[in-house]
């Protein structure tokens, strides 16, 4: 093999590019991450937007498939600064006649709460808890033939099924609520098909991993992937803007953690007629209106158990919550929006000053849509907490635009990397033998624009630097279980 400057090269140090620049100098090589912005973390960055002293999460905040992992629990980054908290609750969904449904970490618990369709959760969510260890590797992967069939089988019966027809299995507004709740995550129409899978997998984190709040913020999880690297002896770079290939240094692989329109920018001419074809038809998704605020007390509301959770799904009912998202997603705007609230300092006071608070939320929006929904996003808070208006100090924004400027990976404010239905499930960003590798020798793509999609869980970076591992250098990993220790 021709000496060249690095073994590899990783474009972007989101959760995905530290992730895969780990997995390849865990082997010895020698790899260089470089970035764009003077702050590594992509997604993952920590700032005072507001007011001096109050730390805000710049895009995630609560973080339930970091905690659930398979690949970040064979690291120790707690030994490097990573500190989860837990919330007592994982997370709330209040309705209008002041009750709430909860997600608790104790599956029993949220049976209770759950009354008459507790039996109906159970008999979801129950399997899917008691095989996790085995179906997370399975779920969080490409497409392939599964280990476990049986149980990756029993599971597919119900993810696949769009959000509106499992819905109808709970005969309460409470357990159709939570359930819609989490099914938005999914960023699209509920009734699309395998939405139902986006809300099986983190209810199941909630009782795996729960669905914890790093302290300090976001970016705790940045620095720990990155002082990790750093120790193995791999070398970052920011303030790295990559417009070419040129720029890069000599290496055996550059492994991108962008999406497909980046990714043409910088290395389309370089790809086979049918692969740049492919990439110029991938889909994003709709974008979010993001909302942070500094606040001079908790956020009021009515409902108790919403003050002692982490996260909280404004939606009321699983109809409004449906007809939310299939509005944004055909580009219309809708005066009541479903709102996902995190409320990160009740349970982390030093990111504030003492006494002071913080809330972080975005809705769905259409790709790309400028329009100010401060106005609205307020008003579903204070709907369910009467005075929050009150008790703000001052408010920062982010429309679209300003969520891509703030990472480039947020076409039209998606900060799934692309939509992720069924069309996009199992291709993104191709239709490929593997979904890593692109046309051109030597060029792979890490992002959430690859399988298993959007989240903080490292995933799509590591099945990026196995088949590099493989390809280039003929090493083979095993199992993730034992990741830890470099192969001979």
Same mark, same amino acid.
């Given at each position: 093999?021709?000496?060249?400057?690095?073994?590899?090269?990783?474009?972007?140090?989101?959760?995905?590019?530290?992730?895969?620049?780990?997995?390849?100098?865990?082997?010895?090589?020698? +790899?260089?991450? @470089?970035?764009?912005?003077?702050?590594?973390?992509?997604?993952?960055?920590?700032?005072?937007?507001?007011?001096?002293?109050?730390?805000?999460?710049?895009?995630?905040?609560?973080?339930?498939?970091?905690?659930?992992?398979?690949?970040?629990?064979?690291?120790?980054?707690?030994?490097?600064?990573?500190?989860?908290?837990?919330?007592?609750?994982?997370?709330?969904?209040?309705?209008?006649?002041?009750?709430?449904?909860?997600?608790?970490?104790?599956?029993?618990?949220?049976?209770?709460?759950?009354?008459?369709?507790?039996?109906?959760?159970?008999?979801?969510?129950?399997?899917?808890?008691?095989?996790?260890?085995?179906?997370?590797?399975?779920? *969080?992967?490409?497409?392939?033939?599964?280990?476990?069939?049986?149980?990756?089988?029993?599971?597919?019966?119900?993810?696949?099924? /769009?959000?509106?027809?499992?819905?109808?299995?709970?005969?309460?507004?409470?357990?159709?609520?939570?359930?819609?709740?989490?099914?938005?995550?999914?960023?699209?129409?509920?009734?699309?098909?395998?939405?139902?899978?986006?809300? *099986? +997998?983190?209810?199941?984190?909630?009782?795996?991993?729960?669905?914890?709040?790093?302290?300090?913020?976001?970016?705790?999880?940045?620095?720990?992937?990155?002082?990790?690297?750093?120790?193995?002896?791999?070398?970052?770079?920011?303030?790295?803007?990559?417009?070419?290939?040129?720029?890069?240094?000599?290496?055996?692989?550059?492994?991108?953690?962008?999406?497909?329109?980046?990714?043409?920018?910088?290395?389309?001419?370089?790809?086979?007629?049918?692969?740049?074809?492919?990439?110029?038809?991938?889909?994003?998704?709709?974008?979010?209106?993001?909302?942070?605020?500094? *606040?001079?007390?908790?956020?009021?509301?009515?409902?108790?158990?919403?003050?002692?959770?982490?996260?909280?799904?404004?939606?009321?009912?699983?109809?409004?919550?449906? *007809?939310?998202?299939?509005?944004?997603?055909?580009?219309?705007?809708?005066?009541?929006?479903?709102?996902?609230?995190?409320?990160?300092?009740?349970?982390?006071?030093?990111? @504030?000053?003492?006494?002071?608070?913080?809330?972080?939320?975005?809705?769905? +929006?259409?790709?790309?849509?400028?329009?100010?929904?401060?106005?609205?996003?307020?008003?579903?808070?204070?709907?369910?907490?009467?005075?929050?208006?009150?008790?703000?100090?001052?408010?920062?924004?982010?429309?679209?635009?300003?969520?891509?400027?703030?990472?480039?990976?947020?076409?039209?404010?998606?900060?799934?990397?692309?939509?992720?239905?069924?069309?996009?499930?199992?291709?993104?960003?191709?239709?490929?033998?593997?979904?890593?590798?692109?046309?051109?020798?030597?060029?792979?793509?890490?992002?959430?624009?690859?399988?298993?999609?959007?989240?903080?869980?490292?995933?799509?970076?590591?099945?990026?630097?196995?088949? +590099?591992?493989?390809?280039?250098?003929?090493?083979?990993?095993?199992?993730?279980?034992?990741?830890?220790?470099?192969? /001979?």
């Amino acid at each position: 093999m021709d000496k060249k400057e690095y073994d590899a090269v990783v474009v972007g140090s989101g959760p995905n590019g530290l992730a895969a620049a780990i997995v390849l100098q865990q082997q010895g090589l020698r +790899v260089l991450v @470089v970035e764009a912005k003077s702050t590594i973390g992509g997604g993952l960055r920590t700032a005072e937007l507001t007011l001096p002293g109050f730390q805000h999460d710049v895009c995630s905040a609560i973080h339930p498939m970091a905690a659930s992992s398979p690949l970040f629990k064979t690291w120790p980054l707690e030994k490097w600064g990573l500190e989860f908290i837990y919330p007592a609750l994982a997370a709330a969904h209040p309705f209008d006649d002041g009750s709430a449904a909860v997600l608790s970490r104790s599956l029993e618990e949220t049976i209770r709460g759950l009354g008459k369709d507790g039996p109906v959760y159970k008999r979801l969510i129950g399997p899917v808890v008691k095989d996790w260890d085995l179906l997370a590797p399975e779920i *969080l992967a490409p497409f392939h033939i599964p280990k476990h069939p049986f149980v990756m089988g029993a599971f597919g019966l119900k993810a696949l099924q /769009a959000a509106t027809w499992l819905s109808k299995r709970f005969s309460t507004q409470q357990g159709r609520g939570l359930f819609g709740g989490m099914a938005a995550h999914s960023i699209q129409p509920l009734s699309n098909v395998a939405t139902s899978a986006i809300a *099986l +997998v983190l209810m199941a984190a909630g009782h795996t991993g729960d669905w914890p709040v790093p302290r300090g913020g976001a970016q705790k999880i940045a620095d720990a992937l990155a002082a990790f690297f750093l120790s193995l002896g791999g070398k970052i770079e920011v303030n790295f803007p990559v417009k070419s290939l040129q720029q890069l240094p000599s290496s055996h692989a550059v492994l991108f953690d962008i999406t497909p329109r980046q990714l043409l920018q910088i290395a389309g001419h370089q790809f086979s007629s049918l692969y740049k074809w492919q990439l110029e038809k991938y889909r994003y998704g709709m974008g979010v209106f993001k909302v942070d605020w500094a *606040l001079d007390a908790p956020i009021p509301f009515t409902a108790d158990a919403c003050r002692r959770a982490g996260t909280i799904h404004i939606g009321n009912t699983f109809e409004e919550i449906a *007809l939310s998202e299939q509005q944004s997603a055909a580009g219309k705007l809708t005066e009541k929006p479903f709102v996902l609230l995190a409320q990160q300092s009740l349970f982390d006071p030093d990111r @504030v000053p003492a006494g002071k608070h913080t809330a972080w939320a975005y809705c769905h +929006v259409p790709n790309g849509s400028t329009a100010d929904r401060t106005a609205v996003i307020e008003q579903q808070i204070e709907r369910f907490a009467p005075g929050f208006r009150e008790r703000i100090l001052q408010r920062h924004v982010m429309n679209t635009e300003q969520v891509e400027a703030y990472n480039a990976n947020y076409i039209g404010g998606d900060i799934n990397g692309g939509v992720i239905d069924i069309r996009q499930l199992f291709t993104r960003p191709a239709l490929r033998w593997s979904p890593y590798k692109t046309s051109a020798k030597g060029l792979y793509i890490c992002s959430s624009s690859t399988p298993p999609g959007g989240g903080v869980h490292g995933m799509c970076g590591y099945h990026a630097a196995k088949k +590099v591992l493989q390809e280039i250098f003929g090493i083979r990993l095993p199992a993730l279980n034992k990741l830890g220790q470099p192969i /001979a």
